[in-house]
Structure formats: C-alpha cells, structure tokens
C-alpha cells in the first residue's frame, strides 16, 4: 500500500544537539510539507517542496532546515537554533504542487523531546 | 490572507447526540475545505472534503459537512456520536498563493456514555 512513513515515532534529543527526522513517501506525489503541533495551537507549516531541489520557508522555518534530493524523500533537521523543539512533528504529500485541491496524506507523526 | 477559526477548542457530548462542529473563515469564500481527524498520536486522516456550491457532502464515520455562507462558517455535524468519534477534528483551508493549507486550531470531540 502507499503511504508516508516517518520515522522514529519517539525521538529523544538533549539539549544543543541537531536531530533529523525521517519522512518518505510511495505515492510519487510531487509536494511535500512539515508541520508542527502542539498541544491548542493546531498545525503550523514550517517547510515545503513542490518539486526535487526546491523548497520553500513555511511561518515557523527558524531554527529548521530541509533538503529534497529525490522525490520520494522530505527529511527535517531541527537545529540547536530552535528554541523550542519539544512538539509532534508531522509530515505530509499531496499530488497537487500549487491549488491544495487534493488535500493532504499524512504521516504517522514523530514526537520529540528535547531532554 | 484566509484565517481559520474553530469555535470551541473542546466539545462535549453523550453517545447518540448530535455532533456539531464549527469552522469559521474570515474572508472570501474559499472554493474548497477540508476537514480531517486525529486520533492520539496519529497522523491526520482525511474526514471529508467540501467544495464551494455543494449543498451537502457526506464523509466517511457518518459525519456530513454543511456551508453558511450568512455565517461565514462551515458545519460537520453527524447525527448521533459513537464512543469511537472522540478525537481531534481540524478543517484546513486554502492557505496564501494556494500552495499550502492553513489549519485551524482543532476541536476535541469528546463522547460520555
């Protein structure tokens, strides 16, 4: 079946220290996206990709980056910059690169803490 | 741009009430909404997706999805909760440029028996 696998589901991470969380999907769709929630707040977007090599700033990007060198794969590095990294982090597809028409498909989440 | 608002960051009702929930959108209207679940620790799971000139699109667990345009607002409702319905329920609009979604904050259902 295809879907979108991130992994870990739990990640622990001390304080100072870079960590990347894991995102492939097997729907060949052309968009990517990262979002992080917590708890009241909803989902906030902090990265997105519409096509391999490019990607845009969402309205969180400090303190993260991203690469996409294949489609298939979206990994999200939280930097010792993000001040508050202890969130849900959920990563999402979608087949369209420009309207939203389709929605999203969405990954099973990572939560981290930062220890 | 579009903001999302969900009225209510929880709702209460007893199993086989009526569920009612409320998105509200803060400009035009927008040509499309989606509405997705989320059980704990999970991903989003699509619930519906509603496109502007529908009367009335009806969803996967039973639920529908209503547009008020007089209200600005976009109803889920479904008729009668079942103890499996206590989850959190976001709607998501066309976000700025349409490239994105923007969420809504989320309303947690929670279902007494």
């Known amino acids: 079946d295809g879907g979108i696998t991130q992994s870990p589901k739990y990640l622990f991470r001390k304080e100072g220290q870079n960590v990347t969380l894991s995102c492939e999907q097997n729907?060949?769709?052309?968009?990517m996206y990262w979002y992080r929630q917590d708890p009241g707040q909803g989902l906030r977007l902090i990265y997105y990709?519409?096509?391999?090599?490019?990607?845009q700033k969402g309205d969180i990007a400090e303190g993260y980056s991203v690469s996409r060198e294949k489609k298939e794969s979206f990994p999200l590095t939280v930097t010792s910059a993000q001040k508050n990294p202890t969130a849900f982090y959920l990563c999402?597809?979608?087949?369209?690169?420009?309207?939203?028409?389709?929605?999203?498909?969405f990954g099973s989440g990572t939560r981290l803490t930062v220890v | 741009a579009q903001s999302v608002t969900q009225l209510g960051s929880h709702v209460s009702v007893s199993e086989g009430a009526l569920v009612l929930l409320r998105c509200n959108y803060s400009?035009?209207?927008?040509?499309?909404l989606f509405w997705y679940v989320q059980y704990p620790n999970q991903g989003l799971q699509l619930l519906l997706k509603?496109?502007?000139?529908?009367?009335l699109v009806k969803g996967i667990n039973g639920f529908e999805a209503e547009f008020k345009k007089s209200e600005t607002s976009f109803l889920l409702t479904k008729p009668s909760a079942h103890m499996s319905d206590a989850a959190e329920y976001f709607c998501?609009?066309?976000?700025?440029?349409?490239?994105?979604?923007?969420f809504g904050k989320g309303t947690m259902l929670l279902v007494s028996p």
């Open positions: 999402a597809s979608s087949i369209d690169t420009g309207t939203g028409l389709h929605g999203y498909t």
């Open positions: 729907l060949n769709h052309d968009a």
């Open positions: 990709s519409q096509i391999v090599n490019d990607f």
């Open positions: 400009s035009s209207v927008p040509p499309y």
């Open positions: 509603y496109t502007t000139g529908a009367t």
């Open positions: 998501a609009l066309p976000g700025s440029g349409y490239s994105t979604l923007t």
